[in-house]
């Protein structure tokens, strides 16, 4: 099973996707109440990641590397890349491939150029939604959207072409 996940303390977006099926499980999951909760947060990705190996063997995992702008305050970088080291850790942990996607590089393969040129803020949050329902998906939350673009860009740089993206032949893999 391949997980992908857009992670943030208050709602990480999650995906998981098993080579051969048609279809994926997703989600978002609250981890805790926000950057001075952080190490509960931490703990929670943790046993979240633990029980879905414990569950099924996790093959590949697949996250969102942040980009820290100069407006965040120490607390916040703490926590956007503990959960980055949480996710690298657990992986070394079990010998699971871990691969990280800044999300200009995940946008690159899910947006079309005409989309990446015009989004910004929350026109990313709603085009990553309706790219997902253009797909087939119907995902309830922006974070659950972004794991599933996330986890189509890796199967992209995989070379594996998912069900999701065969079924819509007119709508390309961009890069």
């Known amino acids: ?16 996707w098993r080579p051969g099926e048609g279809s994926i499980e997703s989600g ?13 947060g931490f703990l929670e990705l943790w046993r979240l ?4 190996h414990k569950g099924e063997a996790i093959t590949a995992i697949c996250h969102e590397e942040p980009i820290s702008g100069p407006a965040d ?3 916040t970088r703490i926590a956007l890349f503990g959960l980055v080291a949480i996710v690298e850790l657990f ?15 995940w946008r690159g393969t899910f947006f079309s150029k005409e989309e990446r040129a015009f989004a910004s803020g929350e026109r990313w949050k709603r ?6 329902r253009q ?10 959207a972004k794991a599933i673009g996330i986890l189509d860009h890796h199967l992209h740089r995989m070379k594996v072409a998912p069900p999701w993206r065969e079924a819509n032949p ?5 890069g």
């Open 1 to 16: 099973m391949i997980v992908s996940l857009d992670q943030s303390l208050s709602n990480t977006g999650f995906a998981k």
């Open 28 to 40: 978002a999951l609250p981890l805790c109440g926000g950057v001075p909760e952080r190490r509960h």
């Open 49 to 52: 990641l633990d029980a879905w």
């Open 73 to 75: 305050k120490t607390p």
């Open 91 to 105: 992986s070394v942990s079990r010998s699971i491939p871990v691969f990280g996607y800044d999300s200009r590089n």
């Open 127 to 132: 085009l990553a939604v309706e790219r997902c």
């Open 135 to 144: 797909l087939g998906f119907d995902p309830a939350t922006h974070d659950e």
């Open 170 to 174: 007119f709508l390309p893999v961009l």
